[in-house]
């Protein structure tokens, strides 16, 4: 899903960080910086491939980010629905118990603290 | 009960008495009911009136309160400790010599819990304005007055209790302290004047009518159930000799097993439907659509307000094995601990009931009488569990009784397929050739019931076969001496803090103490400033929460908490903007997972 978002973003461009005038990016070239985040996100998919933790959450990050700008965009009146589209079913997919298992993140403090325990949660 | 029995069942109440220790600057200690009694009025509160004295001051005895009948006052009874509480200057002078000043109060509660419960716990703090509440420099004031019952009774009191059923023996401790100071003292929940505590022996006896020690039970904030009681070969249960060990809360002197600090939640009753459709959501998130991991926090997540119990055990003992030997009377000789149905302290109606002092051993607050009076046995869900002595014959009972079931089964399993062969005889031959549909029908619905009978007597026999062959292992276990786990009844027993759950920075404690108020201090700026803006708001939350994931090493879960808002939004967004989409999407699956069913079950004829 990852590789196939990655294409998607590639074939459209509609990374819309750039084109936010709140996070306008002067001196970055818009298609440099999409090419980087996909190459990120090819990063991260090999990650996955592999089973490594840090890919999961690295996923779960750029996901997010996605999500906000998505979500930022549609705020201001520009809105881009298949970013936010895939991008809620690549989370949905990620937080899924059979999906975190093989990863060994299904307890994320533990997995991220070494085995301490913590306070009662967060919120 | 004569006096050989009483002095048999002091005898036994003093074998297994327990030891108690408690908290460096614990101010109140178990106490002679007959001392505190002298130092209290009874009074009668109806509502919408003031109390009224009915016995003052030095007038109260047990004989003399046990007389008083709840019905004829119609209105709480209670007595009252305090009459004056200290003001400014004595509660300063108090704190310069108390006890107190031993107590190190740690970790601070609020680094302890999370942001949520801190702000839970602003709510509570203002709730006890508009409740009832204990007022200020009552406890110290109820402090002096315990010192002086002490120099007039200096040994501690139990009241104990002896009750036997048919398989145990049960031991009740049952202790006064004349003062609850949990929150004024010990940061907790709640304060009342009069605090009775209670810890259970529950025994068996041998062949040779020897008392053997199965079980020890602890009474712990009106809690109740198997959570309460150890086994007696369990480790958590230290003893000294055949004297159980007690370690009693700072100010609440609730019964812990281990020495330690422990996270007590207070649930607000006025959240709990919130709280249950939380729950529901997060059981539908978990289990239908299969999202989410393991960690507790994930699965659970209260809203409830967090105190601490200390619980350390570093301060005074008093019992077996110590320099203060317990003072034993059997409660069935004290008239008020059995009879008077009041409040052993001050009432003061508080909605939620933790500012008003407890009835005594025999009664609820209400009046009804306390589970662990008339039941103690089922108090601690003990009822189910056969003593040691009775353990293997127990079993080995209901072995025969499933064996003679399974026995039974196999004719009527016998009978039941004859019937069905030959119903199946007469279907067949009127399928062949019966003029009358009717009893065609008839025949066929007797025999499909016939099958259905030969069926459920299977599965009986099955499950039956299968059930003794467990007992059967178990039998065989206990026969070699194998109990099994000494903690397998147990369900969420309370546990101490760990101490690396308990070292935190000096900075993340203070910002534990600050934040919750400072959030809601800034959060009145922004909406002023801003007028109320949607993205401060955002920014200024995500801010709190991001240094609140940094002090508590959960950036992890702070990231991934986001990103699940996130996706939740942007999945209403999507169903606001798309909904007729989405509905003709579903409309058009749903028509094609039909047609394709039915087309499916079409071909397979």
Redesign the interface.
Known sequence: MLLGQALVWTATGTLHFSELPSLRLPATDTSYFNLALVGLNLVIALGMLLLRPWAW?AA??V??TS??A??WA?YLGS?D?LL??T??LV??YL????V?RPFG?????????AG???????? | MNSSDGHADLVLLRRFEPQIRFNRGELFYPVDVDVFLIHTDLLLHRRGEDPTVLIPRPHATQEAIAGCDKDIYAGALHLRLVDRPLNTLQLVQFHARSDLREFRKGVTRH???????RLLDVVFRISLLVRGRVPGGTAAAAAITYEAMRETAPSPVYYGRVERTHDYTSLQYWFFYAYNDYRSHFHGANDHEGDWEMVSVFLSHNEGGAPIPEWAAFAAHDGKGADLRRRWDDPELRKVGEHPIVYAGAGSHAAHFSPGEY?IRARIPLLARLERAIATVKSVWRTA?????????ER??HLDV?FVDYARGDGRCIGPGTEIPWEARLLDEQPALVHYPGLWGRYLDDPIRGEDAPAGPRFNRDGSVRTAWYDPVGWSELTAEPSTSREIPAAQAELTRLNEEAAALGPRIARAEDEATRLGVRVAALRDGSPSSRHLDECEGRLAEARETVSRLRHSLSETELLARSIGTRVERLKQGDRGDPRAHLRRPDVPQ?P??LR?HRLAETWSAISAGLLLLVIGTVTIVYHAALLPFLLLFAAF?FV??LF?????????????T??L???A??AY??WWQIAVALALGLGAAITWTNLRELTRR
């Not at chain 1, 937080?95 to 059979?98: D, M, S, V």
């Not at chain 1, 993140?105 to 603290?113: G, H, K, S, Y």
């Not at chain 2, 659509?289 to 926090?297: E, I």
């Not at chain 2, 508590?552 to 699940?564: D, K, T, Y």
């Open positions: 959450m779960m990050t996901q997010g999500l906000g998505g979500l549609y809105p629905f936010m589209g991008s809620v989370v949905l937080n899924l118990h059979e975190r993140v299904e307890d994320l403090r533990l997995r991220w603290n301490q325990e913590e306070p009662d949660e967060l919120l | 680094a302890r819990v999370g942001l949520v419960a996270i659509l299969r999202q989410g991991g393991t960690s507790r926090a659970d997540g967090a760990q690396s759950q935190l929460l609140e994931s508590h090493r959960r950036v992890a879960a702070l990231v991934h908490g986001i990103v699940m996130l996706a939004t942007a999945l967004v999507l903007e798309f």
